[in-house]
């Protein structure tokens, strides 16, 4: 499973195989079924998390007691409390399998001695916070922008093959709609 | 100005004086006066902002035509339009002075080459957007969990000299209230 990550560090840095033998001492390899409990709100997140396979969420439940979802990761994305994880805080949010899922952990002392020992890791972290600190800026604007409805419209422009792979009720709590309102607009769609 | 950077950069990285100077030639330090624009919305954002002395906010222009700021940067805060200065793609967000500013500016050409002749700035800039990455993602919590009213109240808690130094009319701006209806809330809470 591991070749799924050395694929993907070779499109941010040069690590030859060897390197990436050590590289991958500092990981560990964990399979998780679906819907399995990975980090739950106010807990310290002692992990961060690189899906192989499968698909994670990060979410919060909400005044109203419902689970407001606020982030997927898909393979090959980082998924952690950041706050928590550098900091040892409870953590805001809680992360969930979506789908069985091959994942590969690193703790935060692991993460910061693989930084040390391996500095050519300081510029792919650079490169991956830089990017997911870009994608939330624009969230933010999406979120003042876009009413839910066409929020949703445009993630099944953009996205459709995650649109088909998650199940609906979550793709309802990533957006704050209730299950029953988004069956609604997905009628009005189709009529 | 150039040590404020200086003590900045001493909090993450190790760096002599002798580096330092050899840094500081990749960057410019620029005046700007009060309300300059340094970037306007669909333009490509051709510098990265550090503030040494001053205020910078990021805005756009909503679907009513008004202005909603997202985002402010205080002293030793960077600011850009971050997908538009990796990719040269046109830029989301504007982004302006509200006081008169000193700023240190570098273009994406300068930070790479920067990054390649001192990896130890890959350091400084990865910890710089892993805490940026964190601190928006706890924003998406935080605007999906508080009224606007109850954001307000926690950034007077939280931040009562930032609200004392931003113009009422800017809080409005970030909070997506009219100036109106934050001048309202605030005889309220006087009363």
């Given at each position: 499973m591991s070749e799924i990550f050395k694929a993907h560090l070779d499109k941010f840095i040069p690590v030859t195989d060897e390197e990436f033998a050590s590289i991958m001492n500092y990981f560990e390899i964990k399979s998780f079924a679906k819907k399995e409990d990975l980090l739950e709100e106010g807990q310290i997140c002692r992990s961060n998390y690189f899906v192989i396979k499968g698909l994670l969420r990060k979410f919060f439940i909400n005044e109203k007691g419902t689970e407001q979802t606020t982030d997927f990761a898909l393979e090959t994305w980082w998924m952690t409390d950041n706050f928590s994880f550098e900091?040892?805080?409870?953590?805001d949010f809680s992360i969930q399998t979506v789908e069985k899922s091959e994942v590969l952990t690193i703790s935060s002392e692991s993460q910061e001695k693989l930084l040390n020992d391996f500095p050519i890791m300081e510029k792919y972290f650079r490169i991956v916070y830089q990017r997911a600190f870009a994608a939330n800026q624009r969230r933010v604007k999406y979120i003042f922008t876009y009413s839910k409805e066409d929020f949703y419209f445009s993630l099944i422009k953009q996205y459709p093959d995650f649109v088909q792979r998650v199940p609906q009720y979550l793709i309802a709590s990533f957006l704050g709609f209730t299950p029953e309102y988004l069956s609604e607009i997905r009628k009005r769609i189709v009529s």
């Open positions: 900091r040892k805080t409870p953590a």
